[in-house]
């Protein structure tokens, strides 16, 4: 109890705090020692009253969250973060640790989820924005006629200071005056704003504030006099006020309801920054929890901090840069006339002395340091959807911890672990839960190694909650989901990706449902670009199938059945195009002749009787479309491409190709038609422009017809030719330059050059000896053995 002879406070103890201040937070623990109440009412959802004991667990470990969401509709939630520098997290420990009872008093859950419009997992700071608040990117309805007062940004301008932070620095953290002193200053400076500004543009006040009232009154009756309210300092006032429990029922009666589940889930240090959208956040998170938790000689030890994360990149700090900076940082605070260095002080000696003026390594402090990576933990007795106990468990079991600093995963698919992390994560990306992102692999390109990028953020919690509604594994829940979709899928492409990644998740229950609806969509679609577009996905599939050790022999046969009816409808569906039509079927056709690549050949008597192989009956389909005239309806663009893809197949000899360029250059070619080939032919980057370098026939023919060019039509032909030759690499194009100045068959000074490469760096002929001491390594590339053979097979 209180000591004998000390002041006896003054009940309700009112203690108004700014959310996530460890100033605040330091305040209410001297408070609660000296009146000792006898018990802790704290704004936040009363629905949380049955888990406030598991914030004495030793498994929970700050920042964390109440999440509260609509018990058939997770997607509608509010969050309710709490620091390890929180006032309310202060106050809850302190409770516990005396067996003080605590209880939640702001507006139940249940109301406000109701009161709230869904707009996605939105977060809310204990009292200050109401739960569902929306979330980065996403407004409210009516936000944008509701302007917010700010508190702490009037107090601050009236004060003289531009920078709230920096006011709430000097009066509050950099202060040593506690008790309850100190919020008596604080309620009196919020009953001014109060008189001044009403509500001050948060209309949902009045009823939270008749809610706490009658919680206050509540526990008044349940554990008498001696109570101590933590509430943001904005509702002391209304909570002092003289109010009827009557009144205050009144006014709550009629309130939309909903049923709602609260638990704890982690938080992070960098979603209680401000700028990630929390309407109650600050600047510096990172900053605040040094500051609450440092036992002694907070600006050493910041400093100190800072140092080894830049010794840690590779930069020269010692100790004595450390040292210059305190002395540095302590003048600029008394220069400045103020009772403490400040983050701005810090972050100006800093810049100084460590980072030589330099704001790039400032900028890595803000991020890891002054805001921070820091990932909460709760318990494992904490409540919590049954499909989040299993994703635990598998976490647990795959050595796969969330953290919420970006990470990048390599995975072998070759070795059990690694496969197993692969089809977890592709499971939950099915179930829309995005805490890894494939990324493209720095090392093998093939089909057994992934990358992915693992980032865990509070709002996938939220995300595994709406997903339990499939299931009570991730195993059952990614099934359940893929069956649906396929169900419901309305295109060819939306089912051949969901096939494919049915086969990366390892669904092997789902597969036939998504079977069935694969061969009715390919049954009904006639559209050759829906096919061409659902191709590549079905033969990925394949692929990954074999790497998986998965049965794919369904999938191959639609995939061929697919490509039967692509070979069948693709030169047709080339004709009559638009710009833009064409431009989108090339793209098919590319997609198409990569997919055929890749497919395995069936080995059936159907194959055989359709006509032979696939990829030799699509070489004759290019081969058909390559050799239309100029006057047909397929664009040059297509005649262009498809003799592109068959000379760099090998199907089609260089003379031939000569010989189509002849053709579609041709004097009763139109200029526009004309350019139109050439972009396909030699369009898509430094490919093109290579084998113009190393063909001095075909740089020949484009450089004769472009200078036979009309001048009324050269303006036409201009942005094709632009669009085609800009793709190349500066390199390229420069010796393309130097090639046509001097002329097909010229040396460097115009005169007749030898016979052979016309390219800088190239000799004028094969030397044979050279070449010759490089078969062996090339026999063993090529898987031909040792054997020594004559250099002219080898080149051939």
């Known amino acids: 109890m209180s000591t004998p002879g000390a002041r006896v406070p003054e009940w309700p103890l009112l203690l108004g705090v700014r959310h996530h201040g460890p100033g605040s937070a330091r305040a209410v623990r001297a408070a609660l020692d000296e009146c000792e109440p006898g018990v802790v009412l704290i704004e936040g959802p009363p629905e949380a009253d049955a888990l406030v004991h598991l914030a004495a667990d030793e498994g929970m470990r700050p920042p964390v969250a109440l999440l509260a969401h609509v018990a058939d509709d997770p997607g509608r939630a509010g969050f309710w973060p709490l620091a390890g520098f929180s006032p309310e997290w202060a106050a809850i420990q302190w409770a516990l640790a005396r067996d003080v009872p605590v209880r939640f008093i702001d507006l139940p859950a249940a109301n406000s989820l109701a009161m709230t419009a869904k707009a996605g997992p939105g977060e809310a700071g204990p009292g200050e924005a109401g739960p569902g608040e929306a979330g980065p990117g996403e407004d409210q309805p009516g936000d944008a006629e509701r302007v917010r007062v700010d508190p702490l940004a009037v107090l601050a301008g009236t004060a003289g200071y531009e920078d709230p932070e920096r006011w709430w620095e000097d009066v509050v953290e950099h202060r040593s005056v506690g008790g309850t002193a100190a919020f008596a200053a604080v309620g009196e400076a919020m009953g001014e704003l109060r008189a001044a500004y009403g509500d001050g543009g948060h209309e949902d006040d009045a009823v939270r504030e008749a809610h706490m009232r009658v919680r206050m009154h509540a526990a008044r009756r349940e554990f008498g006099e001696a109570v101590a309210v933590v509430c943001g300092a904005w509702h002391v006032p209304a909570l002092a006020a003289r109010s009827t429990v009557t009144a205050d029922r009144r006014l709550l009666k009629g309130l939309p309801k909903v049923k709602a589940e609260v638990s704890w889930v982690p938080w992070t240090h960098r979603r209680l920054a401000r700028h990630s959208g929390y309407g109650a956040g600050i600047a510096s998170p990172g900053w605040y929890s040094h500051l609450f938790h440092a036992p002694d000689r907070p600006l050493e030890r910041w400093l100190t901090k800072v140092a080894g994360l830049l010794r840690d990149e590779d930069f020269a700090v010692s100790s004595a840069h450390v040292i210059e900076a305190v002395r540095l940082a302590e003048t600029l605070a008394a220069l400045r006339g103020r009772p403490l260095a400040g983050l701005a002080e810090t972050t100006d000696a800093v810049r100084a002395v460590m980072c030589e003026g330099s704001d ?47 990470r ?50 509070p709002e996938l919690s939220v995300r595994v909650a709406e997903a339990g509604v499939w299931g009570t594994t991730v195993l059952s829940a990614a099934t359940a989901k893929a069956e649906s979709e396929a169900l419901g899928a309305s295109a060819l492409a939306e089912v051949t990706e969901l096939a494919e990644r049915c086969l990366l998740a390892a669904l092997p229950d789902a597969l036939p449902v998504v079977m069935r609806a694969l061969a009715d969509r390919a049954a009904l ?115 262009g491409r498809a003799a592109r893809l068959l000379l760099d197949d090998g199907r089609l000899a260089e003379d031939e190709a000569a010989r189509l360029m002849r053709l579609a250059l041709s004097p009763g070619t139109a200029p526009p038609e004309a350019a139109s080939w050439i972009e396909g032919f030699i369009g898509g980057g430094a490919g093109g422009g290579m084998l113009l370098v190393h063909d001095e026939r075909l740089l020949g023919l484009i450089d004769g017809w472009l200078t036979s060019v009309p001048a009324d039509a050269f303006t036409d032909v201009l942005p094709l030719l632009r669009r085609t030759f800009s793709a190349y690499d500066t390199g390229v194009r420069r010796t393309l330059g130097e090639l046509v100045r001097r002329g097909p068959g010229s040396d460097a000074d115009g005169e007749a050059a030898p016979a052979g490469p016309a390219a800088p760096g190239f000799g004028p002929g094969t030397d044979a000896d050279r070449a010759e001491a490089a078969v062996p390594t090339v026999r063993l590339l090529l898987g031909l053995g040792p054997h020594r053979d004559d250099i002219s097979e080898v080149a051939r």
Do not use: N
């Open 360 to 406: 790039v390594p400032i900028a890595l402090v803000r991020d890891r340091l002054v805001v921070g990576d820091v990932l909460g933990e709760v318990p494992a007795s904490a409540p919590a959807v049954p499909l989040q106990r299993d994703l635990r468990r598998v976490q647990r079991s795959l050595r796969l911890a969330p953290e919420a600093v970006e």
């Open 408 to 457: 990048e995963l390599e995975l072998d698919l070759r070795k059990d672990m690694d496969a197993a992390r692969s089809r977890l994560l592709h499971r939950l990306r099915l179930l829309g839960v995005g805490w890894g992102t494939p990324a493209a692999s720095r090392g093998s390109t093939g089909t057994f190694r992934e990358t992915w990028r693992l980032s865990w953020e």
């Open 525 to 639: 679609d006639a559209d050759v670009g829906h096919l061409a577009q659902a191709l590549p996905a079905l033969v990925r599939s394949v692929r990954y199938g074999d790497v998986r050790g998965t049965d794919t022999a369904a999938l191959g046969e639609v995939a061929a059945g697919l490509a039967e009816r692509i070979l069948v409808g693709l030169p047709p569906a080339c004709a009559g195009l638009d710009a833009d039509g064409a431009a989108e079927m090339l793209r098919h056709l590319e997609a198409v002749h990569r997919a055929l690549a890749l497919l395995p050949e069936p080995k059936t008597a159907e194959a055989a009787a359709s006509g032979g192989p696939l990829r030799g009956r699509w070489a004759g389909v290019l081969r058909g479309i390559a050799g239309r005239d100029g006057g047909s309806a397929v664009p040059g663009l297509f005649r």
